[in-house]
Nanobody, 127 residues
Framework: QVQVVESGGGLVQVGDSLGLTCTVP????????MAWFRQFPGKEREFVAA????????KYAASVRGRFIISRDNSNNTLSLQMNWLKPEDTAVYYC????????????????????WGQGTQVTVSS
């Protein structure tokens, strides 16, 4: 298991922006696809965004496309999710996940392919 640590959640208002950060210590980050998922209360975890190991491919859920931006800094082992124009329906626990030592041409949204997960960070959007 690889350690994955999220940060940056919080309480914001509708229309606000918020950034999430995920760090993965060690040497695996730069050779691994990364993704964000989220889970609503009482619901299954769902895909939000993913990025391949060298940032050449990104994928977004339809519900966040055009509002959220996923990026990574391999020199600092950091994954980011910039969330803009937040809506109440974005309220969820957000999870960072790594597909360790796997760099795909076309990044996957399938959560069972990601083998290590963070503890989650709560994002609450108030109306």
């Amino acid at each position: 298991q690889v350690q994955v640590v999220e940060s940056g959640g919080g309480l914001v208002q509708v229309g606000d922006s918020l950034g999430l950060t995920c760090t993965v210590p060690g040497r695996t980050f730069g050779s691994s696809d990364m993704a964000w998922f989220r889970q609503f209360p009482g619901k299954e975890r769902e895909f939000v965004a993913a990025i391949n190991c060298i940032s050449r491919d990104r994928k977004y859920a339809a519900s966040v496309r055009g509002r959220f931006i996923i990026s990574r800094d391999n020199s600092n082992n950091t994954l980011s999710l910039q969330m803009n124009w937040l809506k109440p329906e974005d309220t969820a626990v957000y999870y960072c996940a790594i597909r360790t030592d796997y760099c795909s041409d076309f990044v996957s949204s399938l959560q069972n392919l990601y083998n290590s997960w963070g503890q989650g960070t709560q994002v609450t959007v108030s109306s």
